[in-house]
């Protein structure tokens, strides 16, 4: 006897099958892609802030240690508009190292910056401002009088207001972050 090889035959009545996507199955799949962004959206704001703060903390302390710097080349502070000061344009060319026969006669650049980026810092018409605002300028406070002693913001609460405090520092440089109805306030001497 012979093996007859059976053949298999598909009935008129059965439905054309297809390797695609329903509407349905793409419709459940956008919308778990959609779940999923939403939930990450979040997230992700959170992780700016924290680099914001981070590169706004470093840039703090990058202004204080030049001016510590220029106070240690020229003998005294550079000149500033009261205490506090803002990061003035002014003291950033000073800092940054034009050559100014009176300030920086030397020309020295004790302080790196560059042209202001969101969520970078840097210099712009205004002064040295923070990552959050081309219009938010660090502030600084100086111990001009050399009483070892100087006055800054310090927070009272979480989502409190700012109070002063004195520090037996010699510059302190800071910024304040509004995030909705919480100030955080950025320093170089924490």
């Not at 059965?14 to 509407?23: C, H, N, P, S």
């Not at 302390?61 to 000149?79: C, D, K, M, N, R």
């Not at 000061?85 to 003291?91: P, V």
Request: with cysteine; proline share 5%; glycine share 8%.
């Amino acid at each position: 006897m012979s093996a007859v090889p059976r053949t298999f035959s598909c009935s008129s009545s059965r439905a054309r099958q297809f390797d695609g996507f329903t509407l349905i199955e793409l419709l459940v799949v956008i919308a778990i892609i959609g779940i999923l962004a939403g939930l990450i959206f979040p997230a992700a704001g959170s992780a700016m802030n924290a680099a914001k703060k981070t590169v706004a903390k470093n840039q703090a302390v990058q202004i204080a240690s030049a001016i510590t710097a220029y106070e240690t080349e020229y003998g005294h502070l550079p000149p500033s508009s009261g205490s506090p000061a803002m990061i003035d344009a002014a003291m950033v060319a000073i800092l940054c190292g034009s050559t100014d026969p009176v300030n920086n006669p030397r020309g020295i650049s004790f302080l790196d910056a560059s042209a202001w980026k969101k969520g970078k810092g840097g210099t712009n018409s205004i002064g040295y401002c923070d990552p959050f605002s081309a219009s938010s300028a660090y502030s600084v406070a100086m111990d001009s009088g050399y009483s070892n002693s100087i006055s800054v913001p310090s927070q009272a609460t979480p989502g409190g207001s700012l109070t002063s405090t004195n520090l037996t520092k010699h510059v302190g440089v800071w910024t304040v972050f509004t995030n909705g109805t919480q100030q955080n306030l950025i320093n170089s001497w924490d």
